[in-house]
């Protein structure tokens, strides 16, 4: 079974441009969850969706948003992109979000640049 | 708040050495708790867990305990290999708000040499 891909691999943008993030989670996994990753830090919790409707949110400022399809897929947006925005952006999947030793599935990331 | 502090590194082994990396926790409640590796240009894998105290997660010749008393999950294995060159991430799964997160720690480089 394929694990959880994202897409692109790689992105170069401009200060205050908009970019658009994909993920599409394990077959069978109902819940998503997106991470942050500067560089020399561990990830930290933007979001979660689970059966298409937000169920948590990190620490993160407006300019950062999400969404679940009907497939379970998932979209993340990042408006007014600032040098501070440049990270590497993990997707999780998992079976559901609601137990807490449910076991999150990482996909490869997608590096994000700012420039 | 939760959290979770992780040794600092990079920690630099020859083949064969004893590893230990340390990791403390913050929580309320009882999280879960997991150890993920990540290695060069990859995304993270999960390399074991523990969802109660006194719990051992192992895989890959890879070793912690949840433990409760001093509320750490030190990731240890008794012969690195080449192989094993990649980043450590402690975490905790927090349940909250109708949802649970993971927490990381900073994440400890190991390095090690033939």
């Known amino acids: 079974d394929a694990g959880v891909t994202q897409s692109p691999t790689h992105l170069i943008k401009t200060r205050g441009q908009h970019v658009t993030l994909r993920c599409s989670p394990i077959?069978?996994?109902?819940?998503v969850s997106w991470y942050q990753q500067v560089l020399g830090q561990g990830p930290q919790f933007i979001f979660q969706?689970?059966?298409?409707?937000?169920?948590g949110r990190g620490n993160f400022p407006d300019r950062f948003s999400a969404r679940q399809f009907p497939n379970y897929s998932s979209e993340l947006n990042v408006n007014a992109l600032l040098l501070g925005d440049s990270a590497l952006y993990l997707c999780?999947?998992?079976?559901?979000?609601?137990?807490?030793?449910?076991?999150?599935?990482f996909g490869p990331g997608t590096r994000l640049t700012v420039l | 708040g939760n959290s979770v502090t992780q040794m600092e590194g990079p920690v630099t082994l020859s083949e064969e050495a004893f590893l230990t990396i340390n990791c403390t926790y913050t929580?309320?409640?009882?999280?879960?708790l997991f150890w993920y590796v990540q290695y060069p240009g990859e995304g993270l894998q999960l390399l074991l867990k523990?969802?109660?105290?006194?719990d051992k997660g192992s895989n890959k010749g890879f070793e912690a305990t949840y433990r409760k008393e001093t509320t750490s999950f030190h990731l240890e294995k008794g012969s690195v290999q080449v192989s094993d060159s990649a980043v450590y991430f402690c975490?905790?799964?927090?349940?909250?708000?109708?949802?649970?997160?993971?927490?990381f720690g900073a994440g400890t480089r190991l390095a090690v040499h033939p």
């Open positions: 523990a969802t109660k105290a006194d």
């Open positions: 975490a905790l799964s927090r349940f909250s708000g109708g949802y649970n997160k993971l927490i």
């Open positions: 969706y689970y059966e298409k409707e937000e169920r």
């Open positions: 929580a309320t409640g009882y999280p879960s």
């Open positions: 999780a999947s998992s079976l559901e979000g609601t137990v807490v030793s449910n076991e999150q599935f």
């Open positions: 077959s069978g996994h109902k819940s």
